[in-house]
């Protein structure tokens, strides 16, 4: 059974750091890319950043640009999403995804596989 779990959310003061984690089971990372996606309250879901399946391909939404990076260990089949110098306006609910395909690309529509979340705070 296809299974995407993220941790690593959590409260955080601005200009702080997190690192979130994205484990999947059911598949394997070596063959397939992740979509990290966020959603705050009253907005729709938008993309973050995405690893194509070798990692020689990875994207970012202009909003996180230069503070977000991403990696996957497939050792782990766990992808990381690095965040720093954090936002209020970073606030969400952290979502990582599958399409089961090899590229990366940051439209959530195009997506069909998701974990549960995790809740990102960014507050003094």
């Known amino acids: 059974q296809l299974q995407l779990v993220e941790s690593g959310g959590g409260l955080v003061q601005p200009e702080g750091s997190l690192r979130l984690s994205c484990a999947a089971s059911?598949?394997?990372?070596?063959?397939?890319?992740i979509g990290w996606f966020r959603q705050a309250p009253g907005k729709e879901r938008e993309g973050v950043s995405c690893?194509?399946?070798?990692?020689?391909?990875?994207g970012f939404a202009d909003s996180v640009k230069g503070r977000f990076t991403i990696s996957k260990d497939n050792a782990k089949n766990t992808v990381y999403l690095q965040m720093n110098s954090l936002k209020p306006e970073d606030t969400a609910v952290y979502y990582c995804?599958?399409?089961?395909?090899?590229?990366?690309?940051?439209?959530?529509?195009?997506?069909?596989?998701w974990g549960q979340g995790t809740q990102v705070t960014v507050s003094s």
């Open positions: 059911g598949f394997t990372l070596d063959y397939y890319a």
């Open positions: 690893i194509s399946w070798s990692g020689g391909t990875i």
């Open positions: 995804a599958t399409r089961l395909n090899r590229q990366c690309v940051l439209n959530r529509d195009d997506y069909n596989y």
